[in-house]
């Protein structure tokens, strides 16, 4: 199955992650997709503050992904789990491990995280984007990606990111949101 893409002029990828962890976790198809898509959408236009801030991307997204995260697991059987807490020092060894270890270590499993990419460490970053992970080793990490965009991430290696915005460098231009990080699967 191919994953869900967003447009080019939306700012919908987290949404999009999500979307593509359950079809991944679910195998859900594109009309229960629409559903849960537009049952999001609706709650957020009921709080135009919110709604707005998605629109000029001017939050995280991190309160509307685990939002969509527990209304669609009140729909249908869904773990989460977010192992690392805002401000925790995570290597990015370790981030890598744990999501090897969650995806690995069981059929219909899958991570969702924001990263920021940078063209160079000492300029503002240029995208910052909520993904899912289709395969990870302990050295790659293949994306099941919503973007299209010609200069979109689909592949990472160890090397090119960092788990720690301070750590950029021109080999290392990715920085993982750690907090950011939700392993999503099956509860059984």
Known sequence: MKPFYQGKIDTFCAFYAVLNA?????????????EFFNDMLMELVSQPERFRAVLEQTTDYID????????????????????????EKVTKEQFWTCCETWI??????TAIFRF??????????????????ARI?????????????????????????????????????LYLQPDT???????F
């Open 22 to 34: 359950l079809r991944l976790t679910h195998s859900i198809r594109t009309l229960k997709a629409r």
């Open 64 to 87: 509307i992904v685990d939002e969509m995260l527990v209304y669609t697991a009140s729909r249908m059987p869904l773990r989460c789990q977010h192992p690392f807490q805002p401000g």
């Open 104 to 109: 690995n270590g069981q059929a219909n499993r």
């Open 116 to 133: 920021i990419r940078f063209s160079h460490p000492t300029t503002p970053p240029t995208v910052r984007h909520w993904t899912t992970i």
């Open 137 to 173: 080793d302990a050295k790659t990490l293949d994306l099941y990606d919503s973007s299209h965009e010609a200069d979109s991430i689909q592949h990472l290696s160890l090397s090119q990111v960092v788990t720690d915005e301070a750590q950029l460098s021109q080999q290392s231009f």
């Open 181 to 187: 990080l939700r392993l999503v699967g099956l509860p």
